[in-house]
């Protein structure tokens, strides 16, 4: 069975760092790509990066692209977001989801918060 | 990027009815259009993909249509279980795949 879990959600100061983790299981990175969203609570959804079933692949989001960066450990099955240089506007519920075809996402996880304030 | 526009909002029915929720792109999506479900509290669960496509384990009272710009979502007969926050998703331009607002389903 599928799942992803996503952790590492937490308060953190405006220009602080977090690295979020999702843990996958029930399927492998190399059959499928993987990608972190947000979400605002009450608003809607925005994706924010992935990292390709080639291993290679990297895309992001204008809105984070030089702050944030995607990795994974295919060992601990496990994919990361390192977010650094946080603001105010990064506050939001992160999930990690996976394809079912391209770019589109049938297996989601519960999400991890991020919460950016002094 | 592409902008996607949902309409409406809001929609109030009552169970039983047929509910008609509406998507727009700003450019032509071909068939790459799917549909979300996301009940308060719960991650996004896929509906239909390709516009027309349900997943697996969507009842047949939910259907999509359309091409190119626009795009319906169908309940056929709405159930109570069916109260969420409906979203379509463009994936025939990326990155970035982009989503509309969301129309909020309420039944009376």
């Known amino acids: 069975e599928v799942h992803l879990v996503e952790s590492g959600g937490a308060v953190v100061q405006p220009g602080g760092s977090l690295t979020l983790s999702c843990v996958i299981s029930g399927f492998s990175f190399r059959d499928y790509t993987v990608h972190w969203f947000r979400q605002i609570p009450g608003k809607g959804l925005e994706w924010v990066s992935l990292f390709s079933r080639n291993g290679v692949t990297t895309f992001y989001a204008d809105s984070v692209k030089g702050r944030f960066t995607i990795s994974r450990d295919y060992g601990r099955s496990s994919l990361y977001l390192q977010m650094d240089s946080l603001r105010s506007e990064d506050t939001a519920l992160y999930y990690c989801?996976?394809?079912?075809?391209?770019?589109?996402?049938?297996?989601w996880g519960p999400g991890t918060l991020v919460t950016v304030s002094s | 990027d592409i902008v996607m526009t949902q309409s409406p909002a809001t929609l109030s029915l009552s169970p039983g009815e047929r509910a008609i929720l509406s998507c727009w792109a700003s450019q032509s999506l071909g068939n790459k259009l799917a549909w979300y479900q996301q009940k308060t509290g719960q991650s996004p669960r896929l509906l239909i993909y390709?516009?027309?496509t349900r997943a697996t384990d969507v009842p047949a009272r939910f259907s999509g249509s359309g091409s190119g710009t626009d795009f319906t979502l169908t309940i056929s007969s709405l159930q109570s279980e069916d109260v969420a926050v409906y979203y379509c998703q463009q994936y025939s331009q990326w990155p970035p795949v982009t989503f509309g607002q969301g129309t909020k389903l309420e039944i009376k």
């Open positions: 989801a996976k394809e079912h075809g391209t770019m589109y996402f049938d297996y």
């Open positions: 390709g516009a027309s």
